[in-house]
């Protein structure tokens, strides 16, 4: 689950981490009001700050530093609604629905920070970057060793000496070294408790000193990216709360209601299976076979009549659904079940597009007769290649005819 770098920074100063001052707006005058109240307070400028679930916000023009009121107000009315496209987004771009408006820092550095996953290992890998600013993956290929890591034992934690290792790998002054420790001890926390998957602080600064000692140098996030393990949340009611549907695809919204694990993908040959590994099977089955696509769907070992007419629903909604490709092995869900649950919801949806299959397993004889006295116009595949080579000569009619 994602959510935004405001709700992130929330989070952050909840724990002590040091973020910059600043609140979320929905409104451009909700905007302005944050911008007055921080330039009041003496804040030398403010950051309007596209708030989407997407990276590289700031090269896409969803970043703007403002010096002045009405900068701001210029800025946050731009930006307020725009169609922001990033590397992240795809070249349709994400709606702007929400900004975050902070006071601006006096950038001495910027830096990185991380922590992640490592299967492998299965430990929990903290990183830190002196190149932080710019896109991490491109640093990683192009000078993987100007990121330095370290691996946490789960039994006892981030320890402060890694912390102190890193530190010094960040070329950080003597001074900035403790704050620095604090703070990545900060996040290690964060991320265990809110059972994250990714954390990343990008950039993490350091500040311009305003005095006549390095002392005054604060450490601050700037960005902050969070992201939560899914399969945790049931015992997060109020990270859960933090979900903003409108980032999310619609029908993959519409199929989490339905407890159906749906991906959406860019082909157009709809994949109604049980179980994940079948279904990964079946995607490749069809891209052997020449076609494409249009979605991962998994209905669930224990899927009913309801499920697979949801299920229907769902693949049907996407408008580049050129045929249906159903390809289930019937064990806990015996195949005749399937079979009356197909062509119900056949008849029910009215389904136009055309319908291939490939069933196994319990019952099998009897789910391949529901379906031919159905009177509706099913294909049946032999086998798995069958069916899927089927099924993409289906689509491909179906494509001229239209
Ligand atoms: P991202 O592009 O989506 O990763 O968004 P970021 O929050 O990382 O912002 C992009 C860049 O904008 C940062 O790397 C900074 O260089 C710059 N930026 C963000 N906030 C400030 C600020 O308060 N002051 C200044 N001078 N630059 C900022
Ligand atoms: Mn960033």
Do not use: W
Not at 247 to 272: H, Q, T
Request: proline share 4%.
């Amino acid at each position: 689950m994602k959510i935004h770098e405001y709700q992130a920074k929330e989070i952050l100063r909840a724990h002590g981490v040091p973020v910059p001052e600043g609140e979320v707006a929905n409104t451009l005058e909700e905007a302005v009001d944050v911008a007055r109240r921080l330039l009041l307070r003496g804040a030398s400028g403010v950051v309007v700050k596209a708030q989407i679930h997407a990276g590289g916000r700031g090269k896409g023009g969803g970043v703007k530093v403002a010096r002045t009121l009405e900068d701001a107000g210029q800025y946050a009315s731009q930006i307020l609604g725009m169609q922001l496209v990033t590397h992240q987004t795809g070249p349709a771009g994400q709606r702007v629905r929400r900004l975050l408006i902070e006071e601006t820092a006096a950038i001495d550095r910027e830096l990185y920070l991380g922590i992640v996953l490592d299967r492998a290992q299965a430990k929990l890998v903290f990183m830190a970057s002196q190149a932080g600013g710019m896109e991490i993956e491109e640093v990683a290929a192009q000078d993987p060793f100007a990121i330095h890591k370290v691996v946490v034992d789960p039994a006892v934690g981030l320890m402060p000496y890694q912390a102190r290792e890193l530190a010094f790998a960040l070329g950080l002054t003597p001074a900035q070294l403790q704050p620095a420790v604090q703070f990545m001890l900060g996040l290690y926390q964060v991320f265990v408790k809110t059972d994250a998957t990714l954390l990343e602080i990008n950039p993490f600064i350091t500040t311009r000193p305003s005095g006549p000692q390095a002392l005054d140098s604060k450490l601050l996030a700037l960005d902050c990216k969070l992201t939560f393990d899914d399969n945790a949340m049931f015992r997060h009611r109020e990270l859960k709360e933090l979900r903003d549907l409108a980032e999310e695809d619609p029908l993959e919204v519409e199929a989490s209601k339905f407890a159906l694990n749906y991906i959406k993908l860019d082909g157009n040959i709809a994949c109604m299976v049980n179980g994940a590994g079948l279904a990964m099977a079946t995607m490749d089955i069809i891209q052997y076979a020449g076609g494409s696509p249009a979605n991962f769907l998994d209905v669930g070992g224990g899927a009913n009549q309801q499920q697979i007419e949801n299920a229907f629903q769902i693949l049907l909604s996407d408008p580049n659904v050129k045929a249906v490709f159903i390809n289930i092995f019937g064990g806990i869900l015996r195949v005749d079940t399937l079979a009356q649950g197909v062509v119900q919801a056949a008849r029910n949806l009215h389904v136009q597009v055309p319908i291939v299959l490939r069933l196994e397993g319990t019952n099998v004889e009897e789910g391949r007769r529901i379906l031919a006295e159905s009177g509706l116009a099913f294909e049946v595949g032999e086998t798995m290649q069958d069916a899927a080579e089927k099924a993409v000569a289906a689509a491909k009619r179906m494509a001229v005819k239209q």
